[in-house]
T-cell receptor, first 112, second 116 residues
Framework: GESVGLHLPTLSVQEGDNSIINCAYS??????FIWYKQESGKGPQFIID?????DKRQGQRVTVLLNKTVKHLSLQIAATQPGDSAVYFC???????????FGKGTMLLVSP | GAVVSQHPSRVICKSGTSVKIECRSL??????MFWYRQFPKQSLMLMAT?????????EQGVEKDKFLINHASLTLSTLTVTSAHPEDSSFYIC????????????FGDGTRLSIL
């Protein structure tokens, strides 16, 4: 998702639905990507990562897809729960560097 | 798992005072620590990177004399916001990483700084 000004893009889903959160990255030299979950008033929490030599990686209820051709990353959450409500950020690391660059974030709202 | 503790979690102070925020790695050696700032409804912006025993490297646009960073040990880094003003009000987050390629960053829970 892309944000404009102070408005985070928001995805609203019902409990039990699958959620897909998208992220576009700009640097073709990025070779490592991470999804973070940030709850209100807390720091980012690692969810799942993927390296550029892969196009899909699965965790528990989460899947990350990487499309290097269009520089696009997505996070799929299966059977979304109210506890999944948070802001989700993608982050990238450029090959040879150690610093994380965060994307703009998407707020996920899960209603019971 | 690796734990990073930040203190205080919240601070409110008057304009012109200096505020120190601590970031500790509780169960690993943090050879590198990172300081981020986050404004409401926005992403995390890297302010500076510090390696233990070395001077911090600041990102473009971040005033090093305004935001003093000390990383004197393998478990502690401090960020001091000097002569803070209302525009410095923000959520400050640290992260820490140990030595070695591919080591992940572990984040603290942030410090909400409010300058009146």
């Amino acid at each position: 998702g892309e944000s404009v000004g102070l408005h985070l893009p928001t995805l609203s889903v019902q409990e039990g639905d699958n959620s897909i959160i998208n992220c576009a990255y700009s640097n073709s030299a990025s070779d490592y990507f991470i999804w973070y979950k940030q709850e209100s008033g807390k720091g980012p929490q690692f969810i799942i990562d993927i390296r550029s030599n892969m196009d899909k990686r699965q965790g528990q209820r989460v899947t990350v897809l990487l499309n290097k051709t269009v520089k696009h990353l997505s996070l799929q959450i299966a059977a979304t729960q109210p506890g999944d409500s948070a802001v989700y950020f993608c982050a990238e690391i450029i090959s040879g560097y150690s610093t994380l660059t965060f994307g703009k974030g998407t707020m996920l709202l899960v209603s019971p | 798992g690796a734990v990073v503790s930040q203190h205080p979690s919240r601070v409110i102070c008057k304009s012109g005072t200096s505020v120190k925020i601590e970031c500790r790695s509780l169960d690993f050696q943090a050879t590198t620590m990172f300081w981020y700032r986050q404004f409401p409804k926005q992403s995390l912006m890297l302010m500076a990177t510090s390696n233990e025993g070395s001077k911090a490297t600041y990102e473009q646009g971040v005033e090093k004399d305004k935001f003093l960073i000390n990383h004197a040990s393998l478990t502690l880094s401090t960020l001091t916001v000097t002569s803070a003003h209302p525009e410095d009000s923000s959520f400050y987050i640290c992260s820490a990483r140990t030595r070695g390629q591919g080591q992940p960053q572990h984040f603290g829970d942030g410090t909400r700084l409010s300058i009146l």
